[in-house]
């Protein structure tokens, strides 16, 4: 493959990311623009950055190398985390966009937190920051060591110089240009990961001679991959590991960096479109990748047994296209990538700068003030990713998942909860956040005790949590419950609204 045709493509796809941040910065003048956007984006906006920003570098390269290696076992994956964008956009976005804006116009998950609750101790706001500066460390690396992957396999570059090269882009329009670069660059990266996952897997299994001749091709050769209750060695699919699959769709209630899409849209009324128009993104990329996995089995069985199988998108990629459009394509792994690395960091910023700088240093900082610590904290936390991005042996997908599964737990029962249960105390969320997060870090360190995938005991455990404490102290404060009704009453009748349309 032309190395100069893919680096030309890559250098205009780069450039534009950088004219989009500069583009953004010119529109930045206030905290609320650096960490939200101003809450002006549109539903299609809304929509593709929330899926860009969640499903990352790993749908390119981590699902379809779990394709690859274990079959149509990664629908269970999938069909988890397809139900959890359904549930979390159905949940959840309508009523944290109306609260947050009722609760002082809370521009964080911490700020919002402490204002749900009435929190005047702030340790909500001080423990909620903490795990998203922590799981997101892990996060943000994986993203690193996916671009480290790419730029290797790609052009051949050191590994540690390829993930330099990726930081200093994804900070530079992080740092310029903050929500809005971030929403922007996420919305024209999504498109991208959209036709990648379309292109690819069609003409891979169109060169193989069709779906059916693809089949009879898999049968041959491992004929277990095409049973969904059979593991990649032919032994039947536990209820526990299918669970553990699933479970990825639990984690989405508590992903900050999906979240803040829901926080920024231009008003609730917006969410429903944009619901219809995530959801189905959502399922053609999935299916995508899944595909992409299978048709590389096909295409490059057994070339990748004794390498990484998270390099099948590429490798496909390089095989099937032209040097230009084999350029497009795996450009589309970088927009994978930088489009949740840099919403990563940009909510991380957030996390010291409005719960530790602002809450808790300098109440009285302003916004220019806040809006550099904002972006020299970017740069502090991308330094800190790329010295754990340093083993080129890391597996993207595990890196998520423990990330995926920390954040889920902590956050996700804490959020839904407290978004329909009035009776939900301060200490029940506390408790929750502190049960589930501390759950996933300790079940990791043990190894995955009995092969269950952590986000499951950290979710059920914080819930058990939250209703036990929150059952056992005093009622919320009135003003706590009013405000509560207030945001509550409105999120339903506009969900109703658009029901009855």
Known sequence: ?????????????????????????????????????????????????????????????????????????????????????????????????????????????????????????????????????????????????????????????????????????????????????????????????????????????????????????????????????????????????????????????????????????????????????????TAVTLTGAVLVGLAGFGHLHPSLLDVDQEKVFMRLVELLFHPVLAGIWLAAILAAIMSTADSQLLVASSAVTEDFYKGLLRREASDRELVWIGRLTVIAIALLAMTLATNPESQVLDLVAYAWAGLGAAFGPAILISLYWKRMTRAGALAGMLVGGLTVIVWRAFGGMLEIYEMLPGVLLSVVAIIVVSLSTPMPAAAVREQFDRAVGGAAGGVRGHQAE
């Open 1 to 281: 493959m032309s190395e100069t045709a893919v680096g030309l493509t890559f250098m205009a796809y780069l450039v534009g990311m950088l004219a989009i941040g500069l583009l953004a910065y010119r529109r930045t003048r206030s905290l609320s623009d650096y960490l939200l956007g101003g809450r002006r984006l549109g539903r299609w906006a809304t929509a593709l950055s929330a899926q860009a920003s969640d499903m990352s570098g790993w749908l390119l390269l981590g699902l379809p190398g779990l394709a690859y290696a274990a079959g149509l076992e990664s629908l269970w994956l999938a069909a988890g985390l397809l139900l959890g964008t359904y549930l979390n956009w159905r949940l959840v976005a309508v009523r944290l966009r109306r609260y947050t804006e009722i609760a002082g116009d809370s521009l964080t998950l911490s700020d919002y937190l402490e204002r749900r609750f009435g929190d005047q101790t702030r340790l909500l706001r001080i423990v909620s920051a903490l795990f998203i500066l922590v799981f997101f460390l892990f996060y943000t690396t994986s993203g690193l060591v996916a671009g480290g992957k790419l730029f290797n396999t790609v052009f051949d570059m050191p590994y540690l110089l390829a993930v330099l090269v990726g930081v200093a882009v994804i900070v530079t329009y992080t740092f310029l240009g903050g929500f809005l670069a971030v929403a922007w660059t996420d919305t024209v990266q999504g498109l991208m990961m959209f036709g990648a996952l379309v292109a690819v897997p069609l003409v891979a299994i169109s060169e193989l001679g069709g779906w059916s001749t693809t089949l009879d091709k898999l049968e041959r050769l491992s004929p277990e991959l095409l049973d969904p209750l059979l593991t990649a060695s032919g032994h039947p699919l536990t209820a526990i590991a299918g669970l553990s699959l699933m479970a990825w769709g639990l984690g989405y209630f508590g992903q900050p960096h999906i979240l803040a899409r829901f926080m920024a849209a231009r008003s609730a009324d917006e969410l429903p479109v944009a619901r219809r128009i995530a959801v189905g993104w």
